[in-house]
């Protein structure tokens, strides 16, 4: 079993910023690759960032690319999402995922197998 926590999201005015992080913790927690999902109210679940479990791949949505940036720190077992130039439009809640190594950096929500219990971002215009 492997637990996932969020936390750093608030309140923030367009073209601000907020790191996102997210908690490992449980067995080979160190060992999934680790993707950053976004759920804004009355639509689906999207992808926006995933990372490998070395830290040496990463893939970025176009939706975000060039702001936003996934990172991980294995001895903290900590992955973050450090969010640049944020716009209203990126206000949802915010979910970190873990999905075991299988090879390629996946983006569809069921090739993910834990789950943390999100954390809000709103944005101002």
């Known amino acids: 079993q492997v637990q996932l926590v969020e936390s750093g999201g608030g309140l923030v005015q367009a073209g601000g910023s907020l790191r996102l992080s997210c908690a490992i913790s449980?067995?080979?927690?160190?060992?999934?690759?680790m993707g950053w999902f976004r759920q804004a109210p009355g639509k689906e679940r999207e992808f926006a960032a995933i990372i490998s479990w070395t830290g040496t791949g990463t893939d970025h949505a176009d939706s975000v690319k060039d702001r936003f940036t996934v990172s991980r720190d294995n001895a903290k077992n900590t992955v973050y999402l450090q969010m640049n130039v944020l716009k209203p439009e990126d206000t949802a809640v915010y979910y970190c995922?873990?999905?075991?190594?299988?090879?390629?950096?996946?983006?569809?929500?069921?090739?993910?197998?834990?789950w943390g219990q999100g954390t809000q971002v709103t944005v101002s215009s």
């Open positions: 449980g067995r080979t927690s160190s060992l999934y690759n």
């Open positions: 995922a873990a999905t075991a190594p299988l090879g390629g950096l996946p983006q569809r929500r069921l090739e993910y197998d834990y």
